[in-house]
């Protein structure tokens, strides 16, 4: 191209006015990228302090960003995030409060503050590490300032406030601020009955132990009339159904055998036959008697129901060997002080059986208080 396309340029008048137009347009041209620049450099810091928080939710197949946020099961858009080092879902720390997650502070231009959920978390650009409370924690990938916006890692933040957060290749981050559902356990139950000579007792209370004797909590059952009773709500474990007397009065500690539960199964435990505890009415326990003038010392305690018999024994304190023993359908005894030694301190074991011979109750034995008395005199 020659200036013989152009005749009209070789004036000298409109050579000056051509030249007049290009630097006016020049300087147009170079007013506009000043204003461009100012706008870039001005205009986002004024944004991350006054920006209002907005949650937007739309339709998972509308054009948006790469990265597709969902909250408890809605998508909702945070235009500032992005990908960083593969599936690292990297956010505008304001954008949190679009969430409606907290709160974000500025205490210093490098350094801002996110309160939420009774979590508090320090961010600084450039770092590798926040405050989570008063605790540094390792992040897994650095913050770092995008267009005058300081970006944090959403997974560290979401897992801080405690909330289940998944990214998946599509990629789609996936967060639900619900409690984690519990899957359904099974529970396994104890079943079995309580006895007394032989029948069926109500009105019982029994107790799931574990092997060493601890009650598990809430693990109790009642019996019905025929002594039936049901331990429901057990996760898997050893347990004894366990008859306690603090739960029962009048009767003895009696437990089951083990029992290895699991699978939620219903389990059935060992009998529980119950003993009644006989308590003594004369002597005292720990009193000093002496002998009757007809020499003898007089023994009497509560009933037994359905006792045919009673087992009466004495012992010296401290020793294995009986005194005295003998056999009673009553319930009282006469003891002869000539076997008895002033000054010492003797033990009275009474057993109830029944007709067979087997044991339905009786005195205080071994872990209890047991039923003592002394002769200061014999005659």
């Keep these: ?4 396309h152009f005749p009209n340029l070789l004036h000298p008048m409109m050579h000056e006015r051509f030249r007049n137009n290009l630097l006016a347009a020049l300087l147009q041209a170079f007013c506009l990228f000043l204003l461009s620049a100012f706008e870039s450099l001005w205009l986002p810091n004024a944004a991350c302090a006054q920006t209002s928080a907005t949650v937007t939710v739309k339709p998972f197949d509308s054009p948006g960003s790469r990265v597709l946020i969902i909250v408890d099961g809605k998508p909702v858009e945070i235009e500032s995030a992005q990908l960083q080092r593969g599936m690292h879902v990297m956010v505008w720390i304001r954008d949190l409060e679009k969430l409606g997650w907290g709160t974000v502070e500025s205490p210093t231009p490098d350094r801002f503050v996110f309160k939420g959920n009774g979590v508090t978390l320090s961010f600084a650009k450039g770092e590798g590490t926040a405050m989570v409370n008063s605790l540094s924690v390792q992040l897994p990938i650095n913050t770092y300032l995008r267009d005058g916006k300081l970006m944090v890692p959403l997974s560290f933040v979401a897992k801080a406030l405690g909330f289940n957060y998944e990214c998946i290749e599509m990629p789609v981050a996936m967060i639900n601020t619900a409690p984690p559902k519990k899957e359904s356990a099974l529970f396994n139950t104890l079943q079995g009955v309580v006895t ?4 069926g007792v109500g009105g019982i209370l029994v107790r799931a132990v574990d092997p060493q004797f601890r009650v598990i909590k809430n693990a109790v059952a009642k019996t019905d009339p025929n ?29 089951s055998s083990p029992v290895e539960a699991k699978g939620g199964g219903v389990f059935v435990v060992s009998e529980i036959r119950l003993g009644k505890v006989i308590s003594p009415i004369k002597p005292r326990p720990g009193s000093s008697v002496a002998a009757s003038a007809s020499g003898f010392i007089f023994l009497a305690w509560t009933p037994c129901d359905e006792a045919a018999k009673y087992k009466v024994v004495i012992r010296k304190k401290g020793t294995s060997k009986s005194v005295f023993q003998t056999y009673t359908a009553k319930t009282s005894a006469e003891v002869p002080t000539s076997i008895l030694t002033p000054g010492s301190t003797y033990e009275i074991q009474i057993t109830a059986e029944n007709e067979n011979g087997e044991f339905l109750g009786g005195t205080v034995g071994t872990g209890g208080k047991p039923w003592t008395f002394s002769v200061n005199s014999t005659r």
Excluded at 1 to 4: A, E, I, S
């Design 227 to 255: 002594g039936d009773y049901k331990i429901e709500g057990l996760p898997d474990g050893v347990y004894l159904a366990y008859v306690y007397t603090g739960d029962n009065p009048g009767y003895f500690n009696r437990a």
């Design 196 to 199: 007394y000579n032989g029948k």
């Design 1 to 4: 191209m020659t200036y013989r």
